[in-house]
DNA sequence: TGTTTGACCACGG
DNA sequence: GCCGTGGCCAAAC
């Protein structure tokens, strides 16, 4: 994968949280020590149209899954999430600092 | 070319 | 613990 782009690395990072795990765009922003949480989410807007990026799996650092507008149906986003084994009340995810998933200590399976 | 706007976050009051 | 604010940087207009 080319890094010329900023937004390959976004991707890169979101195709490495494994299935029933999340984490935030904050983390991934920190973790790529480049550009911010703002563009982390603009770089997944960007992404909605490819469906092999796991983006449900990118949430604000509340928990909440803020970015469930940008599915269709916005319900997609947690129905993905619940598949895979992560409780989803009220559009935030239960548990969700043991289910967070650290991408800074997966940074070299890149 | 300047302004506004994001799937955000840390910080100060 | 809830606001307002500033910073981040690329796109759209």
Same mark, same amino acid.
């Given at each position: 994968?080319? %890094?010329?782009?900023?937004?390959?690395?976004?991707?890169?990072?979101? !195709?490495?949280?494994?299935?029933? /795990?999340?984490?935030?765009?904050?983390?991934?922003? #920190?973790?790529?020590?480049?550009?911010?949480? /703002?563009?982390?989410?603009? *770089?997944? %807007?960007?992404? *909605?149209?490819? #469906? #092999?990026?796991?983006?449900?799996?990118?949430?604000?650092?509340?928990?909440?899954?803020?970015? /469930?507008?940008?599915?269709?149906?916005?319900? /997609?986003?947690?129905?993905?999430?619940?598949?895979?084994?992560?409780?989803?009340?009220? %559009?935030?995810?239960?548990?969700?600092? !043991?289910?967070?998933?650290?991408?800074?200590?997966?940074?070299?399976?890149?």
């Amino acid at each position: 994968m080319g %890094n010329e782009h900023y937004f390959d690395w976004v991707y890169a990072i979101t !195709r490495r949280i494994p299935p029933g /795990r999340v984490t935030t765009y904050g983390a991934i922003a #920190d973790s790529l020590a480049l550009g911010s949480a /703002r563009m982390v989410g603009w *770089a997944l %807007n960007k992404c *909605a149209p490819f #469906d #092999d990026i796991p983006a449900h799996r990118v949430i604000n650092r509340k928990g909440e899954l803020s970015g /469930r507008h940008h599915f269709a149906p916005p319900t /997609r986003m947690q129905e993905l999430l619940e598949q895979e084994g992560v409780k989803v009340v009220d %559009n935030r995810v239960v548990d969700f600092d !043991r289910l967070f998933w650290h991408p800074a200590e997966h940074l070299e399976d890149l």
